[in-house]
């Protein structure tokens, strides 16, 4: 299938005139529900706040909003040059390009127990997705703690700083979620909701930006690859600091991946023998933040290795 920007502009104009022809207030819901009778897919309420945003979508999706409207699908679509269809996902940040299902299926995610609402009045779960997916993709979502409904919201807490704090961090971290699902072509379901609450609770807690941004790649990695990262590795990860996962990083510079016919996939490293330090050194790690790594069973420090044979593979056995 392929993939198109749509003109966020053209789109509103055309909807406007098609409202205008029909001589009624239809809604957007309503202008959706229409594309069940056309000859293309059908498009959802969902996917359709997601087209109108910006989001990417599929060339048929767009033909059926296309013949509803009784327009020319190639007027929908944004020339590659423009940016009227991209929407940025933060101030200053990059504008992304991300498929409208995926959009679907993250802020689904977000509206099941990570974000909260935080307005006076309680909004129905369709205003709530809408409401959440105009702000992720416009790059608001975490700037609305800053507003006095939220200040309201959280008032009368034991500790309403602290629950702000949360708030504002799991927010912040959804929103570095949005780039690394650029280039996903579909989601084929949500996490699960015991990994996600667990996430929750533990993410909701990291302050720092640089572990921010892990954690986004984290809930990327659960949404494309259901099952993926397990609790245990969650569990891990909430006990990491800046410090622990900047050491793990210089350490999987100097990792390779060794396969063997018939056998799961072994990770070589660091070399254990009278050369270990300046091995370590070749990663900016001394022996004790190797055994550091090694406590929080991110490495299994082991004796055996594999020999390099003409640079073409590994001989010997499997163990690190």
Known sequence: MIRVKPDVKALAA???????????SLTYEQIAEKTARVSGPTVSA?????????SRTTWERLASIAAVLKVDVDHLIANDSGSSAVVPVAKNQQQLDVLDEVVEVLVETLITGMVSQLGPDQKSEEEFYSDI???????????????????????????????????RNIR?????????????????K??????????????????????????????????????????????ILQDL???QALLFTRLCGS??????PGEAPAYLSIRLDGSTDSYLRMSGLEWPDLVELSDFDLVNIGTRGFEAVNRTGFAGGSNF
């Not at 608001?140 to 702000?164: I, Q």
């Open 133 to 167: 997916a105009g702000k992720i993709l416009s790059g608001s979502l975490s700037k609305e703690v800053e507003s006095a409904d939220a200040k309201r919201y959280f008032t009368g807490l034991r500790n309403s700083e602290r629950e702000l704090r949360f708030e």
């Open 255 to 260: 990792v390779f991946v060794i396969e063997e």
């Open 241 to 243: 600091t800046k410090r």
């Open 46 to 54: 969902k996917s359709f706040q997601n087209i109108r945003m910006g």
């Open 14 to 24: 055309a909807i406007e005139a098609f409202r205008r022809t029909q001589r009624e």
């Open 190 to 235: 949500a996490p699960d909701q015991t990994w996600l609450d667990t996430y929750t609770s533990f993410a909701e807690k990291i302050s720092d930006e640089e572990l921010q941004t892990l954690w986004g790649q984290v809930l990327a990695r659960e949404l494309t690859s259901a099952g993926s990262i397990s609790l245990k590795t969650l569990r």
């Open 172 to 188: 912040r971290i959804a929103e570095k979620t949005l780039p690394y699902l650029r280039n996903t072509s579909s989601i084929e």
